[in-house]
């Protein structure tokens, strides 16, 4: 396996260099959001692939607000017991904003809201039903919360609300492996229960892809990682990314190693071989990440056409004849 490469305080290897957003496209980019009061996952978390991507003429949209109930150690996204008041708005924003800025795929993400009812599933309901709306042929990408519930039935009720709306991939993070889940999200996740919550969205609803994410680097082994994709699997994800841990600031869990571009080579091998269908890795993979979405959004139209010949073929059969 190759060597990990070794941590200088306050410096980082070359693959991890980017350079600033910036740029006629970033500017344009920034003026539709602010006009609209939305925000992205890229601003807020401090994405290192917010120049490439928004470049490009991509983004994910973080709804529900700023501020998280969650307090995970290795997230930027502002924390508090409550969240700010919800914009019954924001749905039509954001559908307005996708095509506006002529995206084809977009990622819709959330902070977690243990503070509301439904957990905040209505809301993203209501966005992902606005942008199909607006534009029927645009996929979808929910990146969901765990929708903690002490009552699976309500869990569960969560999870269906957001399927009907009707999203192309379903994705939930599970971060990081087993044994470090404790000390990196907040005490209120569970890895076990982030799996039963991708397990139980293919379930009700099969023909969705689902998806999840880890970070490396913050110790976990090699052994534990393939433990991971194994659990994943078995929870029948069907696509997972890989990427490096960065700290945002000094408040935050420090980086116990730096993962060689060679090492995330070898893992994404490895995770072809257990059968997910897509695997993205590499230092600044993120789960929202677009080398991933160009795959998906190819995947995911043609299952789309598939299903539409099938449903036609279906339609135009001929009427069983029957006897006199």
């Not at 913050?218 to 994800?237: N, T």
């Amino acid at each position: 396996m190759p060597k990990t490469h070794r941590i200088t305080p306050g410096q980082k290897p070359d693959w991890l260099k980017v350079p600033i957003p910036a740029g006629p496209t970033v500017a344009h980019l920034e003026q539709v959001l602010r006009e609209r009061n939305l925000h992205t996952v890229c601003e807020e978390a401090r994405c290192p692939n917010q120049g490439e991507c928004w470049a490009s003429g991509t983004a994910t949209f973080m709804v529900l607000g700023d501020t998280c109930t969650r307090g995970c150690r290795f997230c930027a996204v502002k924390t508090h017991k409550f969240g700010t008041p919800v914009d019954a708005a924001e749905p039509q924003k954001v559908a307005d904003s996708c095509v506006a800025m002529g995206l084809k795929y977009v990622v819709l993400t959330m902070v977690d809201r243990d503070d509301l009812a439904d957990g905040g599933s209505g809301h993203v309901a209501a966005t992902i039903a606005a942008i199909k709306r607006a534009k029927p042929e645009m996929l979808v990408e929910a990146l969901v919360g765990d929708w903690l519930s002490a009552d699976p039935a309500t869990t569960e009720r969560q999870i269906q609300t957001v399927l009907a709306a009707g999203p192309d991939v379903y994705a939930h993070n599970v971060e990081t492996v087993l044994r470090l889940t404790p000390r990196v999200r907040d005490h209120r996740c569970s890895y076990l229960g982030s799996l039963r919550t991708l397990q139980l969205a293919k379930r009700l609803s099969p023909q969705v892809v689902t998806k999840s994410s880890l970070m490396l680097g913050l110790g976990e082994s090699e052994r534990e990682v393939d433990q991971a994709m194994d659990d994943l699997r078995e929870h029948g994800v069907d696509v997972v990314t890989f990427g490096q841990y960065l700290r945002p600031t000094l408040l935050h869990l420090p980086v116990k190693e730096h993962i060689t571009p060679a090492r995330f080579q070898a893992l994404e091998q490895r995770a072809r071989q257990k059968g997910f269908l897509y695997v993205a890795a590499g230092p600044l993979v993120r789960s929202s990440y677009k080398a991933a979405e160009y795959y998906l959004e190819g995947m995911v139209r043609q299952r789309r056409a598939a299903t539409s010949t099938a449903t036609t073929s279906t339609s135009t059969a001929p009427a069983p004849q029957h006897d006199a």
